[in-house]
């Protein structure tokens, strides 16, 4: 755990494995998939690398697109406050 990537994505995913659990041990069949989580899941592994790896010019740019197009996706396929009243 050395970037700010690092700290943010793991941050992300730990949040995406809490709504999972949640949303597999509560009652009645879940209106989601397990390949939904998958994407997000990728989305976090893709951003943190690009983050992480100064390779090629603006990899910064890149790791915040695809980590706002993660948690956009998270927030428009899984639905993480659906039920909160």
């Known amino acids: 755990m050395e970037t700010i990537y690092d700290w943010v994505t793991v941050a992300v995913f730990a949040g995406l494995i809490v709504l999972f659990l949640q949303r597999s041990s509560g ?4 209106e989601d998939s ?7 899941s ?5 951003a943190n690398y690009l983050g992480n790896h100064d390779d090629f010019p603006y990899h910064d740019v890149a790791a ?7 948690v956009a996706y998270i927030w428009y ?9």
């Open 27 to 30: 009652e009645g069949e879940p």
């Open 42 to 46: 990728i989305g976090c592994a893709v």
């Open 34 to 40: 397990i390949w939904q989580y998958l994407g997000a």
């Open 64 to 70: 915040v697109i695809v980590l706002v197009a993660t």
């Open 77 to 85: 396929a899984l639905k993480p406050l659906k039920g909160l009243k």
